[in-house]
């Protein structure tokens, strides 16, 4: 196995360990314990989000790119910002949730919608070819920003949900849009009982 993997692997260790840090977070009761767990959480977070661009760039550049990599890096990466999004968005930082009810909503939906989408092109054998959008890119940069923000207590997180929100929004279309015209080049989206042109003279 290479050290791309293992580095990938790692990160999925860490999930359980990010949420367990905000859960006792949440439990403690003096303000020393909860800057304490909250701080070990953000720690955990930074040590995950480096490991994805050190395990990027031994793959690309000491040639350890592999199958397997390729299947488990963005699964990792989905699950740790998922288990950010959900965590917090239920503990109380500050004597509230960080992130309001709406934000992980919409960066869920759209990742549900975009993987139902490339199962089903995937599904009908329609090439998939969709390339990542730069909303995409952007969504995500500003969803790390607000996850940062929030267990740093900062007054930034709103407002990096809300631009991050902005541009899931826009990146669910682009790719909806996309997903659409893959179909539009097959013959899936057509009704199976079309009349078919008669050959008669």
Known sequence: MTWANRITIGRFLLIPVFVGL???YNASTTVEDMVGWRYAALAVFLIAAIS????????RHWNQRTALGAVLDPIADK???????????????????PFPLWFPIIIIGRDAILLVGFLVLTFLAAKVDVRPHWSGKFSTFCTFIAIGSALLGSGVTLWACEIGGMAALISTIVYVRAGIRILNQTTHGKPLNATQPSNKS
């Open 22 to 24: 905000l859960v006792y």
């Open 52 to 59: 994805d661009g050190v395990d990027g760039y031994l793959a």
């Open 79 to 97: 699950l740790l910002m998922l288990a950010a999004l959900v965590t917090l968005s239920i503990i109380r930082i500050g004597g509230h949730p």
